[in-house]
Structure formats: C-alpha cells, structure tokens
Nanobody, 126 residues
C-alpha cells in the first residue's frame, strides 16, 4: 500500500515536499514515479526515479523546479517542489512499477505502473 503525504495549500512561488511511503513490499528495488491530475485533465507524469542506477526523469513542465529522490527513511520517495505555479494545482500520486527497476521510456505512461497511492491534493493559489 502506497501512502502520499505533504500536500496542501501554497502560494505561487512557494515550495512543498511530498512523500510516498510503502507499508507493504519495498519500493527500493523498483522504479517509482510521481503523477498529477488536475480537474478535467488527464493524469500527467511528473517525475520518475530508477532504483537500478538512481537516474531521474522529469516532465519538461517541472524540470529545474522539482526534484525526486529516495527518502531518508527506508521505503520512501520524496518529491521536492519549488517555484510552484497555479498550474501545479492537482492531485499528486505516487506509483510503482512492480516489474522493473528502470523507469520506462517514456516514464509518463500510467499503464507501466502496477501500484498507486490514493493521492494528495496540492493547491497553488494566492
């Protein structure tokens, strides 16, 4: 079971740090991604981290502002989000590819992922 946390309301230009924790099987051996879905829009891949070599991937819309990493706590993945804009308002989900330690190419296809969290709401508004 995946559980996201850290969402909330933030002003434009602000920062949030999301966490994804697994209470079941370890995420440490699999590719883990963050997606987001805004109202009326399709689910969008935000970032992915490979367990095999630690490589990270980002959507162009967040490159340079978001950072994905393995958390300090075992079995967690974090998404550091800086310089947030109102376009970042969405429900953010973490997802695990239970069949691979590599991020797929492209990583942004939701069908690549076997396990999903319930999501955490991020609202960017003044």
């Amino acid at each position: 079971r995946l559980v996201e946390s850290g969402g909330g309301l933030v002003q434009p230009g602000g920062s949030l740090r999301l966490s994804c924790a697994s209470s079941g099987a370890t995420m440490d051996y699999f590719a883990v991604a963050w997606f987001r879905q805004a109202p009326g829009k399709e689910r969008e891949g935000v970032s992915c981290i490979s367990s095999a070599d630690g490589r990270t991937f980002y959507a162009d819309s967040v490159k340079g502002r978001f950072t994905i990493s393995r958390g300090d706590a075992k079995n967690t993945v974090t998404l550091e989000m800086n310089s947030l804009t109102p376009e970042g308002t969405a429900v953010y989900y973490c997802a695990v590819d239970g069949g691979s330690s590599w991020c797929a190419s492209p990583f942004s296809n939701p069908v690549e992922y076997d396990y999903w969290g319930q999501g955490t709401q991020v609202t960017v508004s003044s």
